[in-house]
T-cell receptor, first 111, second 115 residues
Framework: RKEVEQDPGPFNVPEGATVAFNCTYS??????FFWYRQDCRKEPKLLMS???SGNEDGRFTAQLNRASQYISLLIRDSKLSDSATYLC????????????FGAGTRLAVHP | EAQVTQNPRYLITVTGKKLTVTCSQN?????MSWYRQDPGLGLRQIYY???????DKGDVPEGYKVSRKEKRNFPLILESPSPNQTSLYFC??????????????FGAGSRLTVL
């Protein structure tokens, strides 16, 4: 079983739609959580950190459920420019280096 | 501009021909790391470094070497490349917080093909 699992998609949605991605992690010692965005053939870039209380940044909302060990990302009012792959990233305690990446969920927003 | 610079961006080579992928950052970050990205597998860590002369293995270190002689540079060395090292490679850096390496800044990637 992968340490961080994501539905690979693709999620094909029309502009204006609301779309949600889930990510599950297996290590209960995970302490920090992030969503990164990766455009085709480009480097990943931080989209947002995920806090225990949940957090929002414009059209993007991230939630954390420690009991069930999953993280979610909600995108409202999808734009064409949101088309990308979204990577779930988990930092596991006990090592400075241990950032575990999910394989990513691909989103395609169409007109 | 704060950035991580990798070179070369694209490389086709043959089995056994030693190569080095350079990585340089201008943000004075202590932490640097190399990842490879393969379809369906996500980014997997090859090696990382907490500071000058401090390096350690990640999850997939076999066939790779690194060095950290200066804070800004963290080259990845493939002594004898093999076709299973064909991949997209990313270098990344970050500050180190008390909780560990924080938000990563990635280089643009190096696409390596080994024939």
């Amino acid at each position: 079983r992968k340490e961080v699992e994501q539905d690979p998609g693709p999620f094909n949605v029309p502009e204006g739609a609301t779309v949600a991605f889930n990510c599950t992690y297996s290590n209960s010692a995970s302490q920090s959580f992030f969503w990164y965005r990766q455009d085709c053939r480009k480097e990943p870039k931080l989209l947002m950190s995920v806090y225990s209380s949940g957090n929002e940044d414009g059209r993007f909302t991230a939630q954390l459920n420690r009991a069930s060990q999953y993280i979610s990302l909600l995108i409202r009012d999808s734009k064409l420019s949101d088309s990308a792959t979204y990577l779930c990233v988990v930092r596991v305690s006990g090592g400075y280096n241990k950032l575990i990446f999910g394989a990513g969920t691909r989103l395609a927003v169409h007109p | 501009e704060a950035q991580v610079t990798q070179n070369p961006r694209y490389l086709i080579t043959v089995t056994g021909k030693k190569l080095t992928v350079t990585c340089s950052q201008n943000m004075n970050h202590e932490y640097m790391s190399w990842y490879r990205q393969d379809p369906g597998l996500g980014l997997r860590q090859i090696y990382y470094s907490m500071n000058v002369e401090v390096t350690d293995k990640g999850d997939v270190p076999e066939g790779y070497k690194v060095s950290r002689k200066e804070k800004r540079n963290f080259p990845l060395i493939l002594e004898s490349p093999s076709p299973n090292q064909t991949s997209l490679y990313f270098c990344a850096s970050s500050e180190i917080w008390a909780s560990g390496a924080n938000v990563l800044t990635f280089g643009a990637g190096s696409r390596l093909t080994v024939l």
